[in-house]
């Protein structure tokens, strides 16, 4: 994991939507870096943001793989039923 503290308005979009990376973007309660990335949140199905309070971090990060997984599994079910060559027979 890696406490973005400056830089991400440049990375974030870069890395999750040029990689296709399952992101979960960690921010402590009332201490959002900016609002800017608000609407990618509903934008790409690939995003999560995921609020904590200071001392449940730990938590925060278990429920964030969970979400990951959940997620890359869903859309490994979607390819699967959808595109021809990954069909079951």
């Known amino acids: 994991m890696v406490k973005q503290t400056s830089g991400h308005l440049y990375e974030i ?3 999750t939507k040029a990689a296709e990376c399952a992101t979960v973007v960690l921010q402590e309660e009332g201490k959002g870096a900016t609002w800017m990335f608000e609407d990618a949140y509903a934008k790409h199905k690939h995003w999560h943001k995921l609020e ?3 001392d449940e971090l730990e ?5 964030a793989a969970v979400w990951a997984e959940a997620f890359v599994k869903e859309f490994g079910n979607h390819q699967a ?3 021809p060559w990954l069909k079951k027979k």
């Open 13 to 15: 979009p870069h890395v």
């Open 52 to 54: 904590y309070k200071d």
């Open 81 to 83: 039923a959808t595109l």
């Open 59 to 63: 938590n925060a990060v278990k429920q």
